[in-house]
């Protein structure tokens, strides 16, 4: 059963162009697309989900999705939408990259299955490695223009005054290999859509080109607009980079928080992106949180459904709880089931001090951990009226002056959280 893949996309504010006839093409019955990965890292991050949305919506349509690992592009470097070359890794590393972004994308996308469209990972490099470089000025270069190639966008912009790197011959043959691809996939797979950001037009239409010349057929492109946040700032950018789809990369708790954290603006609009509520959820999620935006109800449940996606509904129960320990009511079970990543994360910038495992042997008091040892509060006099006015607590729990701090208080069998008050934290370090 094929369903309207392009209305549903629409809908979701993720149509940014199309060529003409896409969606009467697709009405046809089943049909093959794909999207191209980059893979110069071993993991997606949440600049490549809007592609990937894509080629989920586009299997639940009833279509056949292909996954393109850019293998010999990710050689070269695409110009599209950057200023500068990017570095250029060897086969065992792209091969490694291949073997952990299949993973992150099985979890969108079916590969597995009996059904007839089942997910394909390919790889453009196992097609590409065995070509020369007289073959391809023969047999691809040749039947596009230099006039052609100059004309697009990405190519110009590299070639204006203004820009002082240039471009590289190797990264101006990009999308003659981006062309070849879809050329490729069409001839050897009945792929008849190529699908990506919309600074990709121009490398995407270049392979209907060599198509319609080469290979007497037809293709079609369909873009989405490029994510942008209403402030301004860069879509899936923090302070420490990227926000990544491996858990090692950024902790599940950190990805929670990204997502909760978004504007309204930006969460009405990427409510309907990444998660794949029907539009009558979305509606009602929409319109229940005008009423109380304070209560941030688009937030939470856009950070739930792609938080479970993305880790797993585990991982979210675990944010949860994470976020609970700064901005709610938690207990020192919570602290002491989180693990190392995710504690550090959450306590990001609270002072440290570091003490030696043997200061543990026989119990360190509490004067000793407030002040002579670490700092933390300015004399041993302040931390005896603060335990007396009981604001101390040591991993969330009230103590006194007696208490005695021992391994069986370590988080991770290396962190004490001390905190004064609601706000005040300090972490001792054991070395």
Known sequence: ???????????????HDAMPGTEEHLLTGMQSAYVGIDPTANSLHIGHLVSVMMLRHFQLAGHKPYALIGGATGMIGDPSGKSAERNLLDETTLRLNQESIKEQLSRFLDFDS???????????????KDFTFLDFIRDVGKHITVNYMMAKESVRKRLSPDEKEGMSFTEFTYQLVQGYDFLYLFQNYNCTLQMGGSDQWGNITTGTELIRRIGGGKGYALTCPLITKADGTKFGKTEGGNIWLDAHRTSPYKFYQYWLNTSDEDAEKYIKIFTFLSKDEIDNLIIEHSRTPHFRILQKRLAEEISILVHSREEFEKALIASSILFG?????????????????????????????????????????????TGFLGSNGEARRE??????????????????????????????????GKKNYFILVLK
């Open 1 to 15: 059963m094929i369903s309207n893949f392009v209305s549903e996309l629409k809908w979701r504010g993720m149509v």
């Open 114 to 128: 009996q059904a007839e469209n089942s997910a394909v990972l390919v790889n453009n490099y196992d097609w590409m």
């Open 329 to 373: 009511n938690s207990t020192s079970a919570d602290l002491m089931g989180l693990d190392e990543n995710t504690f550090l994360d959450i306590f990001e910038g609270v002072p440290k001090a570091e003490i030696l495992r043997s200061e543990l042997d026989n119990g360190l008091d509490m004067i000793a951990a407030l002040a002579a040892k």
């Open 387 to 420: 335990l007396k006015q009981n604001s101390i607590s040591v991993n969330k729990e009230k103590v006194k002056e007696d208490y005695l701090i021992s391994e069986a208080d370590l988080i991770n069998d290396k962190y004490v959280l001390l905190q004064r």
